[in-house]
């Protein structure tokens, strides 16, 4: 038989990165919100979910399960070698522990493939980020990069990240870069999605020294970030990147490709087009519609988005650091050299505390 897991033991589990979760819910399930990191093997799909559901409230449980049961029997060969092909220990859940991981947990045991179930499913690990949500206590400090629009700050966070480095992604946790044009080519999360991912990176980050991010807005997109990071950021080491408008430029256009994007490019112009001056806004608006994306970009950055910036100057703030560089690789090396002075306390306290 299958054996049911603790939202506890899940956790623990999960941080030892020693199980897979697989998620049976159906498609759009998944889509709203998962425990991150989850695969989606659904019992039903979406039709087939709502076609069970409508029976057991129009008609009765009975007819329901008999036509779970019929859909399931049809599909249980190729269910069942999916999870087969999945090395290591796995977890099923669904929205609340009930019928549809029971039935996956049961057939796979019946066929020799050990699973564990959640206790209490997805539901159980919501109330369980909004739990330590509340609770959020975050003790290393932050340090936090700045700069104009297209100095490249997410960018330096992910080529940090990827050489070790604690790093608190929030754009990539909310599935948006938080301006107006924020979600060109991004799905956008919703806050449930954005709470698991960022109560899972603090997690994860917890024995770190200090946490990495960028100097997001209390919202990024629709989503809103938790008080107490707001807090930890505005009390951290800010830095400043300095680079050219030319390599500004350029990586806007090698992020957001915009000739791939060009009507959603036009659709988030039109929203802030009455607030730059009209002869320069005219002239923006024909670059876009000729794909001049290089001269329209430049033309934002000057006329529009670092005049927003320029109230938010680091002059007259004392924890602060200034990197002037000519491109995103020089700003990386020159941040490695920063944190040098952010040695490890062998005392530090973990990142969230439940």
Same mark, same amino acid.
């Given at each position: 038989?299958?054996?049911?897991?603790?939202?506890?033991?899940?956790?623990?589990?999960?941080?030892?990165?020693?199980?897979?979760?697989?998620?049976?819910?159906?498609?759009?399930?998944?889509?709203?919100?998962?425990?991150?990191?989850?695969?989606?093997?659904?019992?039903?799909?979406?039709?087939?979910?709502?076609?069970?559901?409508?029976?057991?409230?129009?008609?009765?449980?009975?007819?329901?399960?008999?036509?779970?049961?019929?859909?399931?029997?049809?599909?249980?060969?190729?269910?069942?070698?999916?999870?087969?092909?999945?090395?290591?220990?796995?977890?099923?859940?669904?929205?609340?522990?009930?019928?549809?991981?029971?039935?996956?947990?049961?057939?796979?045991?019946?066929?020799?493939? *050990?699973?564990?179930? !959640?206790?209490?499913?997805?539901?159980?690990? #919501?109330? @369980?980020?909004?739990?330590?949500? $509340?609770? +959020?206590?975050?003790?290393?400090?932050?340090?936090?990069?700045?700069?104009?629009?297209?100095?490249?700050?997410?960018?330096?966070?992910?080529?940090?990240?990827?050489?070790?480095?604690?790093?608190?992604?929030?754009?990539?946790?909310?599935?948006?870069?938080?301006?107006?044009?924020?979600?060109?080519?991004?799905?956008?999360?919703?806050?449930?999605?954005?709470?698991?991912?960022?109560?899972?990176?603090?997690?994860?980050?917890? *024995?770190?020294?200090? !946490?990495?991010?960028?100097?997001?807005?209390? #919202?990024? @997109?629709?989503?809103?970030?938790? $008080?107490? +990071?707001?807090?930890?950021?505005?009390?951290?080491?800010?830095?400043?990147?300095?680079?050219?408008?030319?390599?500004?430029?350029?990586?806007?256009?090698?992020?957001?490709?915009?000739?791939?994007?060009?009507?959603?490019?036009?659709?988030?112009?039109?929203?802030?087009?009455?607030?730059?001056?009209?002869?320069?806004?005219?002239?923006?608006?024909?670059?876009?519609?000729?794909?001049?994306?290089?001269?329209?970009?430049?033309?934002?950055?000057?006329?529009?988005?670092?005049?927003?910036?320029?109230?938010?100057?680091?002059?007259?703030?004392?924890?602060?650091?200034?990197?002037?560089?000519?491109?995103?690789?020089?700003?990386?090396?020159?941040?490695?050299?920063?944190?040098?002075?952010?040695?490890?306390?062998?005392?530090?306290?973990?990142?969230?505390?439940?």
């Amino acid at each position: 038989m299958f054996q049911d897991l603790t939202l506890e033991e899940l956790s623990e589990m999960r941080q030892k990165k020693e199980l897979i979760t697989i998620d049976v819910r159906s498609p759009s399930e998944f889509e709203d919100a998962t425990i991150p990191g989850s695969l989606n093997i659904p019992l039903f799909d979406d039709e087939e979910r709502a076609e069970v559901g409508t029976l057991y409230t129009q008609v009765n449980v009975q007819a329901a399960k008999d036509r779970g049961l019929e859909i399931v029997s049809a599909k249980l060969p190729a269910f069942i070698k999916q999870f087969s092909q999945i090395p290591g220990n796995k977890v099923v859940f669904c929205w609340r522990g009930g019928m549809r991981s029971r039935t996956t947990a049961t057939v796979l045991s019946l066929m020799g493939i *050990h699973v564990y179930r !959640l206790e209490g499913g997805f539901r159980a690990h #919501r109330q @369980g980020v909004m739990k330590a949500l $509340d609770e +959020l206590t975050i003790t290393p400090p932050a340090i936090v990069l700045h700069g104009n629009t297209g100095s490249g700050k997410t960018a330096i966070l992910h080529q940090l990240s990827d050489k070790g480095y604690p790093v608190l992604d929030l754009e990539a946790m909310a599935g948006h870069r938080g301006s107006v044009f924020g979600s060109i080519g991004l799905t956008a999360h919703n806050q449930k999605k954005f709470d698991a991912l960022l109560i899972d990176s603090l997690a994860s980050n917890q *024995h770190s020294p200090y !946490l990495l991010l960028e100097a997001e807005s209390k #919202r990024i @997109g629709k989503i809103v970030l938790p $008080d107490q +990071l707001i807090y930890k950021k505005e009390e951290g080491h800010q830095i400043w990147l300095d680079l050219p408008i030319e390599a500004r430029v350029q990586h806007i256009l090698e992020e957001y490709h915009p000739s791939d994007h060009q009507e959603e490019c036009m659709r988030a112009f039109i929203q802030i087009k009455s607030r730059i001056h009209t002869p320069i806004a005219a002239e923006i608006e024909q670059c876009l519609k000729t794909e001049r994306f290089d001269s329209a970009i430049e033309l934002l950055l000057i006329h529009y988005y670092d005049q927003r910036y320029a109230h938010s100057s680091l002059s007259n703030i004392e924890n602060r650091s200034v990197v002037k560089v000519d491109s995103i690789v020089d700003a990386v090396h020159e941040i490695e050299q920063l944190l040098l002075r952010f040695e490890p306390k062998s005392n530090m306290e973990p990142i969230v505390k439940c």
